[in-house]
């Protein structure tokens, strides 16, 4: 069965570090692919997203990703976190699944939490 | 303003007494799905619906009922709720089968 492993479940950063995190699925063929935040206390909110074309993504709030196939990786980036960017971070992976045509599959999630 | 709207919120039952979760969306948004949010297993499909009167069942379906008798609305309905429900349940809605989901704001369920 797809799965989607997020490998960082707890990242602690200073204001102004650099953030990378990382995510890989297990699907082989084509896939679209996914970053939601979720603020405390939110709703889940679409970063950003990759259907295909140019496989370096840019999403709101400076964030990018990078979709590289042969990896079947698609991480998340940052060159500069600020304190407000602390929530939890979900990869999803939507892919065919059985009979399915709309499974979106998502990751453990990773806690970002940036100090001031 | 283009929204899914989940109600209530915040919910605190008992073991057994039957309760129903509404989701609407005002995108005229064919595609639906119920998740569940639980620590460290990030979120869950329960339930999906792909038009009026098609749903099927998603990773953990047992314990829940869904039906899509209009295409705005999508509820949740829990006949015997139990305390292993105890979740944050998110309704969420997309024009594609594979597009960007939208999501509500999150229902917070506690079964005693």
């Known amino acids: 069965a797809q799965s989607v492993s997020q490998h960082n479940h707890h990242v602690i950063l200073s204001e102004a570090a650099s953030l990378e995190l990382g995510c890989n699925y297990s699907y082989g063929g084509t896939v679209n692919l996914f970053w939601y935040v979720q603020y405390p206390g939110q709703h889940l909110q679409l970063l950003l997203k990759y259907f295909s074309g140019d496989p370096l993504v840019k999403g709101i709030k400076g964030f990018e990703a990078e979709f590289i196939k042969s990896k079947f990786s698609f991480n998340l980036r940052k060159p500069s976190v600020q304190w407000s960017d602390t929530a939890e971070y979900f990869c999803?992976?939507?892919?065919?699944?059985?009979?399915?045509?709309?499974?979106?599959?998502f990751g453990t999630g990773t806690l970002l939490a940036v100090q001031p | 303003e283009a929204q899914v709207t989940q109600n209530p919120r915040y919910l605190i039952t008992v073991t057994g007494k039957k309760l129903t979760v509404t989701c609407s969306q005002n995108m005229n948004h064919e595609y639906m799905s119920w998740y569940r949010q639980d620590p460290g297993l990030g979120l869950r499909q329960i339930y999906y619906s792909m038009n009026v009167e098609v749903t099927d069942k998603g990773d953990v379906p047992e314990g829940y009922k869904v039906s899509r008798k209009e295409k705005r609305n999508f509820p949740l309905i829990l006949e015997s709720p139990s305390p292993n429900q105890t979740s944050l349940y998110f309704c969420?809605?997309?024009?594609?089968?594979?597009?960007?989901?939208?999501f509500g704001p999150g229902t917070r369920l506690t079964v005693t």
């Open positions: 969420a809605s997309s024009s594609t089968p594979r597009g960007e989901q939208y």
């Open positions: 999803a992976v939507n892919a065919p699944y059985g009979g399915a045509t709309n499974k979106l599959i």
